[in-house]
Structure formats: C-alpha cells, structure tokens
C-alpha cells in the first residue's frame, strides 16, 4: 500500500486513470465532470445528499481529480486553462497521447494534437464538441456498481439505464480530424477541412459520420463553405497499397461501398448549439439552397438516388441530449419531417422500393420454377403415354407386359452370357405355363436357378443346368461345377465332361473290369520268347 501511496499520491487507481486516457485521448481536452459522465456514468447518481450541486459535482468527480492528479505527476496531463464558468480544463501531454493510444488501440500518428492552449479562451466549441459525443454517446450506468446504494440511487440509475441508447463508445469518436484536399494525412495541405468529430460505429448502423458543431455564431455562407471543402475532400482519390485509385477517406475509413443503397459520399451531420446570436431556424433554410448541388438527389419513381451526393443532416444539440440519435430530431436537407438519425442518414424510400424489387424478383423466379416444373411434367406424361403406346401385348392372354418382362423380352440384360429369352412374345405367366407344357412333353428343360458359385463366374459354358447325355440326369452342382472349365480358377479338364457323376463312374468301373479280364502270359508249354540284350518291346514285332 505505501509503494502505491508513493507512486501515485492521490491515491488514483488504474480504472479511473484508464477513464482519464481514453477520454482525454478522444476529445482531446475536457473537463473532470465531461471525463467522469463518459468514463463512470455510475457516479453521476450519487452523492445526492450533498447541499449544493458544486458540492455534489466535487463528490462524484473526486475519484477522477485524484486520477488527474496522479498523472500529472507521471507527466501525463496537464491543466489547459478553464471553461467561461470556470471548471478546468485538461489535456495529455505528447507521452499522454501515447499512452491513450494503447488504450483506445489506435495508431499514434492518428492521436492528434495536445490541444494545448484550447483554454486559452473559454474553450466554448471544445466544451460543445464534448457535449456533442455525450448526447450521441448516452453512457449508461453499471448497475452493478450501484448495489449498496439506496434506493433512489438505484432507482434514478434504472431510469437512466432504461433509456433509449447510443451509438458506439468513446473508441468510436475522434476529435479534431483533418480532411486534407491537398497534401497528406499528416501533413495537410491548404483548402481543406477539419471535422469536429468523427463517429465510426458500423455495430450501431452508423459505418460513418461526419459531425459539425456550431455553436450559432457562422453565417449560412460560411458553413456552405465548409461543405464546400468537405465535397473537395470526398472528391480526391489517390492510389491505395493494391496501386488502384480509390478515395481519400476509404484509405482510413471503412464503409459499404453502397452507403445506404447508394453510392453517396458520406453524411455529415450539423449540430446547432444556441448560444450564439444566429438562429438555426433561418439559418439551415438558407443553407439547403447554397448547397442544394452538394445533396439534391436523382428523382426516379418511388424514390431518390444520391450517388456522389453528401446526405447533410441537421439537428439542436438540446433536443439532441433530451431524444439521443434513436429520437426523431434529425432533418436531412430535402425532406420535410425529422427522423431518427440512422434513417436520416439512410434512404428509406429506395430500401423499401429495392425490397418491392427483391420481392418481385423472388414471385418472378417461383413462377418460372413452376413453369418449368409443369413444362418437366408434361414431358414426362407425354413420354410415359408414347412409352405406353408402344408396351408390348402378350400374344397368349392380350396383357400388357410389365416392365421387368419388357426389359426381359427385349434382351436388355448387361451380362454377356445371359440367355435370350425363349418366348418374347408372351407375359411371364404364359411364358411359365408354356415352359411347364414343354418340361411334360420333353421338348425343353425348364430352367433353373443357377448355383451360387456359377452366379460369380464370370463366363458359363453351360448357360443351363446340363443334362447327362447317356442318362438324361440332371447334373448336380457338383458335377456341374467339376465339367465347367471357364474362368482363371477353372479344374482340370473332364475326360467325358457330358456324363453326370453315376455314368462317369460307371464308365471308370467298366473299363477297370475290362483290362482285369485280359488274358495273362501263363506257362503251359509255351516259352516266352527271350528278349535279346539292349533290346526294345518292338524287337517282339519285328520276329
């Protein structure tokens, strides 16, 4: 504890400090209570048992101001002046800057300036600019930091957290962006803008959003100028890393390359603040026509189009913080009616008429399917009805074939070896009936089932059982299988392969018995005659 007390005084610790980086780091310079409302909106209920709201203000920003201090000391911030009301204000530093980059995870070159001396003068357009990104941002309180609370705290905080939302975060907005027409990011050249916020939340809808802030003190003509400069900008293109042209603002931004249906720049919202002596009311009629060009889109049937337009939309920083962007309080120049911010920055009309689009389209294919589908079931009728006009009549009972029978009758069989069939003309029951008729007058064999080891052959000499030609036996699988000779597995060739098993045996006993009966060379007073010697069995011949 006394090596924290020593490094950081005040007593700080690293979540407010946190706040005090990523606030400052976004707006550049602001006040302890802007950097308490956006960074712990939960402190904002209590402490309400304070007498005055100065008191009340001290208490629920204390937390922060010990941040401030503590980083003061580190040499990250630093006080930058006071409001006209006197708060003070504050600023990074350069190592500041550096450090807020890690906790907004941004690139350091695009961090922007210190804005030191922006207190210079009462800082009356920063403090706008920072009430701007309150309304737009709408913390919401933790309510789980409010548990111990009474209950008027709590229930104040469920009010606030029940209200309509915002858009993005405080990673979401930068301050203070340059938009050169001329020249680079860093080193801008003369002739272009400087937007007071840039708001980038494509979670929330809003891909990109160009803020201006008036705080009622320019003219029409000044702020058409403005514009001006803003068109110059989305106009340039330069050559991206893939060595194509593309825009300027799409190398930093990123953004549907349709932006609400069209191909338009990107919006640019203007937010009236009145404290100056102009009013906004005569102020953006005169404005919509010095920059009619700028956003005036293309009439078609149902709708507009604004491709390379700049939707401008215009809206009071009062009713900005009472409705938020979900609230109707926005007008886009060319309309007559206020709208939430994202359909003032979107273009309604077209989305319905491309839905009308989509929709009949998708009416148009289903039609065409089903035409398609009909046209497949007429073929195939008219193909059944031709394919039935010409199916086969039995010639025995007048029936049709089936179309197994057909197939059958028609050879159509893929083994080679497949029989032909022996009455095409007849149905299976008046072929079985003429086979049985065949069978009882001899005339022919009724086929049977070939056996399962002639069903894996690949070749059969015998397509039918075989029949003994001695006996008129059937052969048995057996016999069968012993007399075929056809395959890379075949038997030994059979001496006698058209007798069945009982007359090929018959035969074997019958020719044993035949050279058993030969006479034998007995001695009955007949000498054998003598074989000379070296002689050969044909010396007997030649005597």
């Known amino acids: 504890m006394a090596g924290k007390r020593k490094n950081n005084p005040a007593g700080s610790t690293n979540s407010y400090r946190a706040d005090v980086l990523r606030v400052l780091g976004a707006l550049k310079v602001a006040t302890a209570d802007q950097i308490q409302r956006i960074g712990a909106p939960h402190l904002t209920f209590r402490h309400a048992n304070k007498e005055t709201p100065s008191k009340q203000k001290q208490a629920r920003t204390a ?142 809808g809003v891909p990109l959003l160009f803020i201006e802030v008036d705080n009622c003190h320019e003219s029409a003509e000044e702020l058409a100028d403005k514009l001006e400069k803003y068109a110059r900008f989305f106009r340039r293109k330069v050559k ?41 009311n005569r102020t953006v009629p005169r404005l919509q026509e010095l920059t009619r060009h700028l956003w005036q889109g293309q009439r078609h049937t149902d709708f507009h189009a604004y491709d390379g337009k700049i939707p401008i939309i215009a809206t009071g920083l009062k009713n900005l913080r009472e409705h938020g962007p979900g609230g109707p309080v926005f007008l886009r120049f060319g309309r007559d009616h206020m709208q939430p911010l994202r359909e003032a920055i979107g273009n309604p009309r077209r989305e319905v008429a491309d839905d009308r689009a989509r929709e009949a389209a998708r009416i148009r294919e289903e039609e065409f399917q089903a035409q398609a589908r009909r046209a497949a079931q007429e073929r195939a009728a008219k193909q059944a009805a031709e394919r039935e006009a010409r199916r086969p009549v039995c010639t025995g009972c007048g029936a049709k074939f089936t179309d197994e029978r057909w197939e059958a009758a028609q050879g159509q069989a893929k083994d080679w070896g497949a029989p032909k069939d022996s009455h095409p003309h007849l149905c299976d029951s008046c072929k079985h009936a003429a086979v049985a008729d065949a069978d009882e ?25 075989p029949r003994c030609t001695e006996c008129r036996a059937a052969f048995t699988d057996e016999r069968w299988q012993a007399v075929e000779r056809t395959g890379w597995d075949a038997l030994p060739p059979q001496a006698r392969p058209t007798l069945c098993g009982n007359c090929d045996q018959r035969y074997v006993t019958d020719a044993q018995q035949a050279w058993s009966h030969e006479p034998q060379h007995e001695e009955q007073g007949q000498a054998v005659p003598e074989q000379k010697a070296g002689g050969t069995w044909l010396s007997r011949f030649r005597r």
Do not use: C
Not at 143 to 156: E, G
Not at 263 to 268: C, D, I, K, L, N
């Open 63 to 204: 937390s922060h101001t010990a941040a401030l201090s503590d980083m003061r000391g580190h040499g990250l911030s630093e006080n930058g002046g006071s409001t006209e009301t006197g708060e003070t204000l504050r600023n990074l530093t350069l190592k500041g800057l550096e450090a807020a980059s890690y906790e907004l995870r941004r690139p350091a070159g695009e961090m922007g300036s210190t804005a030191r001396g922006a207190g210079s003068s009462g800082a009356s357009h920063p403090m706008a600019v920072n009430e701007t990104v309150i309304a737009m941002l709408r913390p919401k309180p933790n309510m789980a930091r409010l548990t111990v609370d009474p209950p008027h705290v709590q229930a104040a905080a469920q009010a606030a957290a029940d209200g309509p939302d915002g858009i993005g975060t405080i990673a979401s907005y930068w301050t203070e962006v340059s938009l050169p027409a001329t020249g680079t990011w860093n080193a801008p050249g003369k002739g272009g803008a400087q937007a007071d916020i840039v708001l980038t939340a494509p979670q929330d």
């Open 240 to 280: 991206d890393t893939d060595g194509r042209e593309r825009p300027m603002w799409r190398t930093r931004w990123s953004a549907p390359d349709t932006f609400s249906g069209d191909r338009a720049h990107p919006p640019v919202l203007l937010v009236f603040n009145r404290i100056g002596e102009r009013n906004p």
């Open 441 to 465: 007058a001899g005339q022919q064999e009724r086929p049977e089932p070939l056996p399962d080891w002639a069903e894996r052959k690949h070749f059969l000499r015998y397509a039918r059982r």
